[in-house]
């Protein structure tokens, strides 16, 4: 909740991530995914706002969160950005869910195995039955606390990546610490903050 260029980050969020597209056979729609606890509720009031549905879920078992998330909504697919990723680039949100539809695949990324894109700019795509499947075998807690490193590192889970041409890995546009706000701040207003 945050305030970045004159609004809360997470609306910053959702604003992009709403305008994250698939072919036009598929509805593509905004759920905010916030742990079950009375810190989310800002971001639910805010969620509310805008017009945006919501799902609270466990706390630290985010895999399990998302996975009831996707069964309470009757998903097949999910898009995963992050709260803290303001300048999520929905077209690249899109590059990665048309990807994963195209091809049939079961995961997509635009960070794994090799990341080109800033941080922040992180997105992934991945099938209801490759969520099931980490959430059904995943046990280790890092895999159930951060969703998708099972899908990443199990061969049998069919997987690409969505990369540009020119590297710019060492960028971080995420807001993790007070202090970031006030970096991405003057770089909006420096104008030297390059995404769309």
């Known amino acids: 909740m945050a305030i970045l260029d004159g609004k809360p980050v997470i609306e910053h969020v959702l ?3 709403r305008s994250i597209r698939a072919s036009h056979n598929y509805n593509v729609e905004t759920i905010v995914v916030v742990p079950d606890t009375d810190e989310s509720e800002p971001i639910i009031a805010h969620a509310d706002k805008m017009g945006i549905s919501n799902f609270c879920g466990d706390e630290l078992n985010v895999l399990k969160r ?3 998330c996707a069964i309470y ?3 097949d697919y999910v898009v995963r950005v992050t709260g ?3 300048f999520i680039d929905p077209k690249v949100g899109s590059e990665v869910l048309q990807l994963l539809l195209w091809r049939k695949l079961d995961y997509v990324s635009n960070t794994y195995p090799k990341r080109t894109y800033p941080k922040g700019l992180d997105v992934e795509a991945f099938t ?3 969520l099931e499947a980490a959430h059904k075998m995943a046990t280790d807690p890092y895999d159930r606390e951060h969703v998708t490193p099972w899908l990443k590192r199990t061969k049998e889970v ?3 990546c969505v990369q540009q041409k020119e590297d710019k890995s060492e960028l971080n546009y995420c807001v993790d610490y007070p ?3 006030e970096r991405l701040e003057k770089e909006i207003k420096g104008q ?3 995404v769309k």
């Open 15 to 17: 604003e992009r991530a």
């Open 66 to 68: 998302y996975y009831d």
């Open 73 to 75: 909504f009757g998903f």
């Open 84 to 86: 803290d990723c303001p």
């Open 128 to 130: 209801m039955d490759a």
């Open 158 to 160: 069919r997987k690409a």
């Open 179 to 181: 202090e970031d706000i």
């Open 192 to 194: 030297e903050l390059n």
